[in-house]
């Protein structure tokens, strides 16, 4: 397999005065009459060039977009981008996201007037720039000196506090958005579950606080975790748990929060083999499994004093001469028999196991799991909301305030009682398909639940529908790391409930 290309960023300094240099101009602006601060270090001549573009082009400041404007003063070029009123950080984060993407191809240097914004704003903005500078195309051949771009130079009167806030925080979340996205976007090929592994060995090497620790095949056959060496039986490829434990300074003693990812690294469907229309896009399938380990990448690189693991269940669903049928009958974990009436309903059997050995392993506060799990979660919620299902009300709360504050927002679904008998099966103790027409994600929902004790905090984010999109001013086509921003806010700002509390 040919070398994937590495993700190059420019360089971000941050700075007091308006420097001399006149590369490209990014002006992050909120409202015309903002405008004139933003504007004061230019020459007149610039100013009302700039100005009356914007008055002329009926430029709309409220939602995300960009206006490239050529021939004011010495610059390459000027990018206005909006940043909304709201003055919300994922705004912000968009808006830089939007300017890094479109200077992509400027080898210039570029210089942003963060006008009146806050420092923690400016370090938004900064942020997004540089996961606006991502790129999908990791196999495309790269023309010559392609990636060698200026640096970024932010100028704020809060510079110090930015760059503080930038250093710490930004930067950590872009290099593990970069993880994510890269893992999720490489072909079937490229990763399969000991490649993943390798990645986050790779990753993780020589930051504090990590351990990680690996079950293969053997260790799963001798715990008896038939469900996920089920779904690995019809791959070449064996199937792996990968464990990544970060305790972060002052938390040696607190009980972890815990993420599951499910990490199938190439679902075909298996037997119940899918239609070919799009299926290379489910290289995508181990996406929850990049975001948990990615949102711990994030939370350990920025040293946040947090306790964390990400266990990430990770096998390739093919079909084959040993694969799992239809009817087959799998023992998982904890010891409860499953009919597999699809074997592309395979996330849910990885999972089972997945979080069965996490209740026995790891004495977690609360469990959230992450998993590109159905396609009906998209005709529930087409791209706006990730699914949020959770028996426990205050968990489900944290959730989605960290989603909505992460710009990353859930929509919280039932997992309805019901549901237990769209899941009866006539020979074993429940099967992962539904009989009927039942809710799709939900009756997915109630499976992993089957898997985890109902005394645990759990909640799962079915993101089937947001793990992956087309291109748009803000992202190339392909992974939008989904859940990695939100999980990092949720672990920082995770509060226990009272003991009992629902
Ligand atoms: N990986 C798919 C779900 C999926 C679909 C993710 C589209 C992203 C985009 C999952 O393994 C799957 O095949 N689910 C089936 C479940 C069904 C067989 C019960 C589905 O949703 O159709
Ligand atoms: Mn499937
Ligand atoms: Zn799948």
């Known amino acids: 397999m040919a070398q994937p290309a590495s993700q190059q960023l420019r360089l971000v300094q941050f700075v007091e005065q308006l420097p001399a240099d006149r590369g490209a101009l990014v002006l992050p602006v909120a409202n015309l009459e903002e405008l004139p601060t933003s504007l004061r270090d230019l020459t007149t001549p610039e100013r009302t060039a700039i100005q009356r573009a914007l008055e002329t082009s009926e430029f709309n400041f409220s939602s995300p977009g960009k206006l490239s404007l050529r021939g004011i003063g010495d610059w390459q070029q000027v990018v206005i981008v909006a940043v909304g009123e709201d003055g919300r950080a994922p705004d912000y984060e968009r808006a830089g996201a939007i300017a890094g993407r479109a200077l992509l191809s400027e080898s210039a240097t570029v210089t942003v007037i963060a006008g009146a914004m806050t420092g923690e704003a400016v370090s938004n903005f900064a942020t997004g720039f540089g996961l606006g500078e991502y790129r999908s195309d990791l196999y495309r051949a790269r023309e010559e000196g392609e990636g060698d771009r200026g640096a970024v130079t932010v100028v704020s009167g809060s510079a110090l506090l930015a760059q503080s806030i930038y250093e710490n925080r930004g930067r950590a979340l872009i290099a593990a958005m970069n993880w994510t996205r890269d893992i999720s976007n490489e072909p079937g090929n490229a990763v399969y579950p000991e490649v993943f592994v390798d990645r986050a060995r790779t990753a993780f090497s020589g930051v504090e606080g990590i351990q990680i620790d690996v079950l293969d095949e053997t260790a799963m056959n001798e715990l008896g975790m038939g469900a996920i060496l089920g779904v ?150 087409s791209n706006d909301y990730a699914g949020l299902f959770s028996r426990h009300d205050w968990l489900a709360t944290q959730l989605l305030e960290a989603g909505d504050a992460a710009g990353e927002p859930l929509w919280r679904l039932p997992i309805h009682d019901s549901y237990a008998q769209d899941m009866r099966s006539t020979v074993a103790d429940i099967r992962n398909g539904s009989t009927g027409n039942g809710g799709g994600a939900g009756t997915a929902a109630y499976f992993l639940g089957e898997f985890i004790s109902r005394d645990i905090p759990w909640a799962h984010l079915d993101i089937a529908n947001m793990a992956w999109s087309g291109a748009s001013d803000w992202k190339p086509d392909g992974s939008a790391g989904f859940g990695v921003r939100l999980l990092d806010r949720f672990v920082r700002e995770f509060e226990q409930s009272m003991p009992n509390g629902r």
């Open 232 to 381: 690995g039986r019809g791959s070449e490829r064996p199937p792996r748990l990968l464990v990544v434990r970060y305790t972060g300074p002052g938390t040696e003693d607190d009980r972890p929060i815990v993420l599951a990812g499910k990490g199938i690294t190439f679902d075909t469907g298996g037997i119940s083999i899918k239609p070919r229309q799009n299926m290379e896009n489910m290289r995508m399938d181990m996406s929850g499994a990049a975001s948990v380990t990615g949102a711990v990448l994030s939370l350990a690189l920025s040293r946040a004093s947090v306790n964390v693991v990400a266990v990430s269940a990770l096998a390739e669903n093919m079909p084959d001469g040993r694969a799992i049928r239809p009817g087959d009958v799998l023992r998982a974990l904890n010891g409860k028999t499953i009919q597999v009436i699809s074997t592309d309903a395979e996330g849910r059997l990885v999972l089972a196991d997945g979080l069965s050995w996490i209740e026995r392993n790891l004495d977690a506060v609360a469990v959230v799991d992450v998993a590109t799990l159905t396609g009906s979660v998209r005709g529930a919620l």
